[in-house]
């Protein structure tokens, strides 16, 4: 048991959780004012125990594929979106030995053979951004990429998916090649927050989203692309929340003005096969499991027969952020449950049970 307000996620054996807590710290400075931290705590926690296994300072920001490493990111001075300074540490989740520091950066992704990470500058809103492939092993500088504010790779890891920018009118989105840095594939899209698209598990389809000034009132689309001819196959009604498992289906939620409706969606027709009510919660997103549900922070639903079971009890805060992971076997889950002092239990819990 801890409390926590973060990220849980599961290592790839299922043996382990990573669980992080955030928190807010302000220093006084000289002759007035102050300056605000947003700090973290990641730990690692045995299944079966529950017995702390490692615990660094820093926010979870991401693992490699392996469960080998894991990505730590430390914001170290806060004075507000034109003055963020990050620290990002690449450490061994079983011995805790720190692999890499990256200082004055923000880490976005690790390649998918955990070789190479992708690291952003921190700046937000008007400022040159700058992308940067590093190697783990070495920290040298593999690619740079001037004006681009961020980027994943795709499932084969020869390929980038990058954003131009945040909150810009100029931000495109692009598949350049790893290696060279030529840009294979432009999407004729502008993403509305910069890096807030995402990939089919196989790496075939795109999906990014867009504020549709156009409607009356102004709606949240999804558009699904081909990775490889960049054409637009499908654009759907509500915030992107994700593919499933075997990238056959995608969730959208809250397309206003019904904001407590959750859709699932026919990948290849862009067809809607399910429509389910009373998920608000737009952060976590849901989470797929390799058995055919779905996990909603307050319930769990099955795709094939389409019943639904309760997680959290009727009148719990339905608007907080509680997060929620499924294992890789899909027999168990975390789930984060009320406030208690400030903070949140973390219980893990059996599926079938």
Do not use: C
């Not at 926010?59 to 963020?84: F, L, S």
């Not at 449950?337 to 903070?343: Q, S, V």
Request: without cysteine; negative net charge.
């Amino acid at each position: 048991m801890t409390f926590v307000h973060g990220p849980v996620v599961f290592l790839p054996n299922g043996k382990k959780v990573v669980v992080e807590s955030q928190y807010f710290v302000r220093i006084a400075e000289e002759g007035g004012g102050s300056i605000n931290f947003q700090a973290g705590v990641t730990r690692i926690f045995d299944v079966e125990s529950g017995k702390e296994l490692q615990r660094w300072d820093g926010n979870y920001k991401g693992m490699t594929t392996d469960g080998k490493k894991i990505a730590v990111q430390k914001m170290v001075v806060d004075r507000g979106y034109e003055e963020r300074v990050f620290v990002v540490q690449i450490l061994d989740i079983d011995s805790g030995e720190k692999l890499l520091q990256v200082d004055d950066a923000m880490f976005n992704d690790f390649s998918p053979d955990g070789k190479k990470i992708v690291v952003r500058s921190p700046a937000m809103y008007g400022a040159v951004n700058i992308t940067r492939i590093l190697d783990v092993e070495s920290g040298k500088e593999l690619r740079r990429f001037d004006g681009v504010f961020g980027a994943r790779f795709l499932p084969d890891g020869k390929r980038l998916l990058t954003a131009l920018g945040m909150y810009s009118n100029e931000t495109e989105i692009r598949i350049l090649d790893a290696e060279s840095g030529e840009e294979q594939t432009k999407l004729d899209a502008i993403d509305v927050w910069g890096v807030s698209h995402g990939f089919s598990p196989d790496g075939k389809r795109i999906a990014t989203q867009m504020w549709d000034v156009a409607t009356e009132t102004g709606n949240i689309f999804t558009l699904i692309w081909d990775a490889e001819s960049g054409e637009r196959l499908h654009k759907l009604e509500g915030f992107f929340w994700g593919f499933s498992l075997d990238g056959k289906e995608i969730v959208t939620l809250r397309d206003y003005p019904n904001p407590e409706v959750a859709r699932i969606w026919n990948i290849e027709t862009g067809e809607e096969s399910q429509r389910l009510g009373r998920h608000v919660n737009l952060r976590p997103s849901p989470v797929f499991s390799p058995n055919g549900r779905i996990f909603f922070p307050f319930s769990l639903y099955s795709i094939d027969s389409r019943e639904e079971w309760q997680l959290r009890p009727e009148g719990e805060n339905e608007n907080a952020n509680l997060p929620i992971t499924s294992s890789p076997d899909g027999k168990k889950i975390v789930t984060v449950e009320g406030f208690l002092r400030g903070g949140r239990i973390v219980r893990i819990l059996t599926v079938e049970k």
